[in-house]
Structures are given as C-alpha cells and as structure tokens.
C-alpha cells in the first residue's frame, strides 16, 4: 500500500463516525489553541511593555532610594530622607554625556473643582522633567524655573484629570483645589498636558504635575525628593552614564545600598523575564489540555480498534503485513491530531485577536510557538497512539476473523 491509499482509508475511517471524531478533536482543539493563545498573549505583553518604555526614551536613567537589609540578608525597608533638591546639580557633574537631571517628588491627593472631586497622583517636578519623559503640554504651558524659585502655586493636568474635572470647559487660568494630607491648596491651571497613557504601572494622563518647590515645601512639608530621572545624550553612553552616576552616588552617600540607578534597558530586562516565565508557566498549564485530548485519542482509538477487528482479520487474511496495519492505526491518530492542531490554530487565532485588543495589547502570535503547538500536538497524537496501533497489529487473522 502506497501513503496515498494510507491517507484515503484514514480518512475514511474518521469520517464513518463524525460525532466521535468531532469529540476526540475538541481536546486537541481546546489544547492547542489554549497554548498558542497564552503564548500569544504573553508575547503581546511583552510588547507593549517595551514599546512603552521605548516612549519614556531609551536614554533615561532612574536613581530611587534603595533598602535597608534586616537579619539574614531580609530586605525590610526602602530608605527615605535620602535625596534633596539641591543634589540634582551635582548628580548632572556626574558625567559630561548628562543632559538633564529632573528630580520629582510625588504623593496622592485629591483634586477638587467646585462639585467635581477625584483621587490622583501629584508629581512635583522641574522644568527639565518633560524632556526627560518625553511628555510636552498640549495646550498652554510647563511649569517654569521662576515657578521653583516661587513655589508657585500652579498645576499642569494630565489629560485624563482635565477632561474628568472640566469635561469641555477650559481649563487654562481656573482656579482648583489639591488635597494633600490634611492641607488644602488652592492652584491656578496652566496647562493640560498630551496624552500617553500608561507606561508599565503608571498612569500619565491621571496625574497633576506642580512645582516641586511647592510640593515639599508647601505640601509635604519635608526637604527631600524621591529620586532623580536622568536624560542621558544618547542611548549609546546611557551605560557608561549609569556607571558613572553610581560611583559619583557611591562617593557622596558612602554606601551604595542607599540608592539604586536603572537604564530603560534594565527595566525592560527585568519585566520580559518576568513575562517571559509568566508566559511559560501559562503555556505549561495550557498543554495539560493537549495532554487530556492525546488520553481521549487513544481512548477512541482503542474503541475503533474493537469495531473494526473483523476488518483487521480480513485485511490480514489477504495479505496485509503487520507493519501495514501497525501504519494505518497510527496515521489516523496523528491525523486527528494534526487536524485539531490546525483547528486549534484558527480558533487561536480569532480568540487571541480578540483578547489582545480587549486588553489594549498588540496582537503576536509567534510561528515557532505555532510550530511548537502543532508538531506537539502531532507527538501526542502518535504517542497515544501506538498501543491502539500495536495492538491491532498484533491480532491474529483467524481469531480476528471469528470476532462479532
């Protein structure tokens, strides 16, 4: 018998019980597809995490305090009370490929405009903190250096705080209130700035940017910052900056557990491994299903087998070899499988598309994972399939013969 007759008789056999066959493809189906889609969605994640960060600039650097170790290496603390305003002009001598150095302090409030409230993040920044996150104002303007120097009591809405405060009213040159803590502080709006959205676990457009002056100063009541973001001039030197920036840092604050200095490239590093096992660990728990489908496989095979012993004896009494009928049964298993690996493949396909842009995420699906999903798939097909395979080549023609 040549591959053709193989296929044809395959075929065949599948389509003589199209119910039990539609069964058996559901576990594949529902396997593959569960892989492809996890994998795809991960993917997709991971992409967008790193376009995100490649909008904030592949140039940035981030200094934030590090943490107090407790016994047997425990991590308790991060440390506060560290950074002060003053340390950005020295932290910017640190390197001469240093372009801009923004110190930021933040905390949560709530923005009041007559019978609109709502709960948000303040940032206290500098002028050089737009360059340096790559985000302008779309109408009216940024804070200014006579605004440090002021404190002036002034805000920058994100575009999100603006339209839920103001709706379609303008909001440049209104008065509003910011709540922080237990003071109250009454800004004049200056500006709404672009939108970006968000950027990891940050929200852009939901944020009010003031004079950072006017936030510990006035606000806060304290004279520290919470860090520093750093603009280097290129992303080529953004190493040689970070390494720069910690020796300086080591040298002014004496141990360098008290800070700690991120590139973008870093912080994209750290978040694709973490989504990369988490895609994984995903992709693992879904081939379980392809698992249980290759079990029902070989539990239907196992029962065509029985229904089709006569056929076996009679094939074998003319002149079938062993081999050949060995080759028969485990073509058909592969074949269901490869079948509900392609099925699986579309039903990904339109699932994950959805998904990807319910969540807002690019959609990816990768081909070696689609490889990988289908050729397992095929294995598990021939896997399970071997005992039904081998044990209708094992019987003998004349008891094969008697069988009803």
Do not use: C
């Amino acid at each position: 018998m040549n591959v053709k007759e193989f296929i044809r008789i395959a075929f065949s056999s599948l389509s003589a019980n199209k119910l039990r066959t539609a069964l058996s493809l559901l576990g594949i189906v529902i396997g593959v597809a569960s892989v492809i889609t996890m994998v795809a969605l991960g993917t997709g994640a991971q992409e967008q995490v790193a376009s995100q960060i490649g909008a904030m600039g592949s140039n940035l650097i981030t200094i934030s305090p590090g943490f107090i170790r407790g016994g047997s290496g425990r991590v308790s603390q991060d440390i506060a009370d560290v950074f002060t305003l003053e340390m950005a002009d020295a932290i910017k001598s640190a390197s001469r490929d240093i372009r801009h150095v923004a110190p930021t302090s933040e905390t949560t409030g709530l923005a009041v405009y007559r019978g609109s409230n709502i709960r948000t993040r303040i940032v206290g920044v500098t002028p050089d903190y737009q360059e340096v996150i790559n985000h302008h104002p779309l109408v009216g303007r940024y804070i200014r250096e006579q605004d440090i120097i002021d404190s002036a009591k002034i805000a920058v809405l994100g575009s999100e705080v603006a339209l839920d405060l103001f709706g379609s009213e303008n909001p440049i040159g209104q008065d509003m209130r910011v709540v922080i803590g237990d003071r109250r502080h009454s800004v004049t709006v200056v500006g709404v700035m672009e939108s970006k959205g968000q950027v990891i676990m940050s929200n852009y457009d939901s944020r009010i940017y003031v004079p950072i002056t006017m936030l510990i100063n006035r606000g806060l009541k304290s004279k520290f910052v919470d860090g520093y973001s750093i603009e280097a001039n290129s992303k080529d030197v953004a190493k040689s900056v970070v390494e720069d920036v910690e020796a300086f840092m080591t040298r002014m604050l004496g141990d360098p557990d008290r800070f700690r200095v991120m590139s973008q490239d870093t912080i994209l590093e750290t978040v694709s491994q973490a989504t990369g096992t988490m895609t994984m660990l995903l992709g693992a728990v879904a081939s379980i299903a392809l698992l249980v489908g290759g079990i029902g496989i070989m539990n239907i095979m196992l029962v065509t087998v029985s229904e089709r012993t006569r056929e076996i004896g009679i094939r074998k009494a003319v002149g079938a070899k062993r081999k050949h009928i060995l080759t028969q049964f485990l073509l058909e298993a592969v074949l269901l499988s490869v079948l509900g690996g392609l099925l699986g493949l579309a039903v990904a396909w339109g699932g994950g598309y959805w998904l990807s842009r319910s969540m807002g995420w690019p959609f990816a699906i990768s081909l070696p994972a689609v490889m990988i999903a289908i050729g397992f798939a095929a294995f598990v097909g021939l896997f399970f399939g071997i005992y039904p395979a081998y044990k209708a080549a094992a019987m003998e023609p004349v008891e094969a013969l008697r069988y009803e």
